[in-house]
């Protein structure tokens, strides 16, 4: 087991700059999200540290030992791709056993601990098998007990879900943070499904463009965004994030919409100087008011999903998603007054950037 | 199971396949046909039925053209193109398919010319360097010039092969902490290995029944290689055609041999469950 540290970072290909000083501190048993968009550097950067791809500038050290210069054997790391990379010609246990029989381990050690990695994911019976007589969560697992086997200071995961279906996924994500909590070994995890992100993450490094755009906690991404990027791209539907601009209503603060509509802003949030800015409301924090509080807004789309109502109206020509856990009777083109929950109000600049609220 | 096609296109399609088999097997039906006739009934009718079967011809044409030394010459010069090339092919192969360096596309160029330039615009050449090193007369020689005759054939292909392995296998294994031989060694080579047996099956085919190079190259005796032997058959005046369709029954044997052994793992696809198909 052991910490990670990543410090001001920097990858490039030629001219072109994928990753521009990323730093990240990695506690010992920790597990860690990198999420972000395709291209945004976060599969590179997770290369970087397995040693797959050469660093261009800073640090990155495992257990206190910088590791740039050390090939990937020497790093104590193991990693699980996202196509499994099993060996098609070895079984299941051969391949299991495939970096011990490298290193010239003796037949009995590798017999014990590839059974003990077996049990673990449940894959006792399937020693004897060859990958392409398996499904893909049996690869999966197989792929992970290949890592386990070997017994690693940081367990390395590159997008491993993304070839299973929904169900499986669901499955899997369980397994794996159950893992973690048996093995308690650092993890660094790849993933742009901002779902498994929250779900299995001790803490979150968003990513986008190569820079990191917030480093926290699952929930603390969700409440307090710094930027309109996590803002919009951590939680499902979407926080709703509304153009207009500052304004004042009589004595009070308002934010009004490019159309007109005057959005109540929580208290104590300052303008810092900036007229234009970004409104952001979750779905969840959008409520629909009985009489005419709050704001009108045009249906566009009901979808009852059950236990909840997701609404797609419009205000001006600016979209906005209610969930409601309520069950509604609202129809498309009906108008209707939402009401937010002011307190719950995350507000930005035009730059994207949060606008704090501790300044007022 | 449901047929997609029409029945004509199904008559029409097997006409034309069994057209082909026809003439595929024709010229091999009457080799078997004409391999236990005496001479006479063959330039009688070549197309007749044996009247009395002539076993002799075998036992004339395994003697005359010195089958028990000459099937050895052959199956050495074979045996080692087959390994040289393999050998020597699969490491270019995998260099080229593998390490992204540019100005290898213009190796890669010129192997792909290579194939296509015609081994008589260099045999001459080839062969007064041959002799100055004392090579002529030899048959790992032979092999040699084999080897480097069929090596661009053999990169090119194999070159397919290794392209097709995923680039996450070998990545896997250096984090499983391989070194470069044993990526190469222990996990791409068994990946590969259809595409490398089908090399050897072409390469030894090839090599088995090349002509040219063996007969400027080979001209002693005790050295040249089967089919030469069997050219040797024919005589300027007169030619025992019972006994050479017999000798070429027998050069065929092996190769037949080969191919109905190794089809199956020839088809088997080893790729197959490594990566999500």
Redesign the interface.
Known sequence: MANVAIEKVRKSYGAVDVLHEVSVDIADGEFVVLVGPSGCGKSTLLRMI???EDISGGTISIAGRVVNDL???QRD???V?????????MTVGENMA??MT??GAPAGEKQKRVAEAAQILGLTPLLDR?????S?GQ?QRVAMG?SIV?NPQVFLFDEPLS?LDAKLRGAMRAEIKSLHRRLATTIVYVTHDQVEAMTMADRIVVMNGGHIEQIGRPLDLYDNPQSTFVAGFIGSPSMNLLNGRFDTLGARDIFRLDDGTALPMPAGTSKQGSTKGVYGIRPDYLKLSTGEVGFPAKIVVVEPLGSETQITATVGDQTVVILSHDRVSVEPDETIFLAPQVERVCLFDEAGRRISRSDA | MRLVESRLTLTVSYALLALFAFIALFPIALLVLNSLKPAAQIVQNPLALPETIRWENFTNAWNHARFSTTFLNSFIITGTTIVLVCTTSSLTAYVIARRKIKSWKILTFYLLATTTAPIQLYIFPLYFGFAKLGLINNIFGVALIYTALYSPFAVMLLRTYFIAV?K??E????????THW?VFW??ML??V?PGILTVALIIGLNSWNEFLIAITFLQKQENVTAVIAFFLLSGQYSSDWGEIMAAALIIVIPVVALFVFMQKRFIEG???????G
């Open positions: 397995a040693g797959l090939p990937p054997k790391i193991s990693m791709f996202q196509n499994y990379a099993l060996y098609p010609h495939f970096s490298l290193a060859y990958p392409r007589q398996l893909g690869r290949r070997r070839n | 995923p996450e296998l990545e896997a294994a250096i984090v499983d902490g391989a044993q222990r996990v068994p990946i290995s080893m790729a197959g469950g490594s990566v999500k």
